[in-house]
């Protein structure tokens, strides 16, 4: 789950990777498939349930979304504002311009909220 404070567009469709970490910033996937999910206008919770995925973390990982496509309306206003985590001691974020493109990070920005939940094995 992850908390929009605001989006006029039509939609959106998102990527979200689970990615192990080295040197600090996010590496490879452990992901056997892509996961996307996608959110509509005025939605505020984006949620979906990948327990049938069977995803195992057995290590530290770095959980991330990425916006893929977004459907601009032609009605209103495009606007799209993430919610954060402040008051988090620990955090920051990650952040790269386009896929392939090196990670770089921030640790004074605010993490953008991710709500994760799962069960021990």
Do not use: C
């Given at each position: 789950n992850?908390?929009?404070?605001?989006?006029?567009?039509?939609?959106?469709?998102?990527?979200?990777?689970?990615?192990?970490?080295?040197?600090g910033l996010p590496d490879?996937?452990?992901l056997s498939k892509e996961l996307y999910m996608k959110?509509?206008?005025?939605?505020?919770?984006?949620?979906?349930?990948?327990?049938?995925e069977k995803i195992i973390i057995?290590?530290?990982?770095i959980i991330s979304y990425e916006v893929v496509k977004?459907?601009?309306s032609n009605?209103?206003?495009?606007?799209i504002f993430f919610t954060y985590g402040k008051g988090y001691e620990e955090g920051?974020?990650?952040m790269r311009e386009s896929s392939f493109s090196p990670w770089k990070t921030s640790s004074d920005a605010f993490p953008i909220a991710l709500y994760i939940t799962g069960r021990v094995l």
């Amino acid at each position: 789950n992850f908390h929009m404070r605001f989006n006029s567009t039509d939609s959106i469709l998102f990527r979200i990777n689970i990615q192990d970490i080295k040197n600090g910033l996010p590496d490879q996937t452990i992901l056997s498939k892509e996961l996307y999910m996608k959110s509509y206008k005025g939605q505020k919770w984006i949620s979906k349930d990948f327990s049938n995925e069977k995803i195992i973390i057995d290590q530290d990982v770095i959980i991330s979304y990425e916006v893929v496509k977004v459907w601009f309306s032609n009605k209103t206003y495009n606007n799209i504002f993430f919610t954060y985590g402040k008051g988090y001691e620990e955090g920051g974020q990650y952040m790269r311009e386009s896929s392939f493109s090196p990670w770089k990070t921030s640790s004074d920005a605010f993490p953008i909220a991710l709500y994760i939940t799962g069960r021990v094995l």
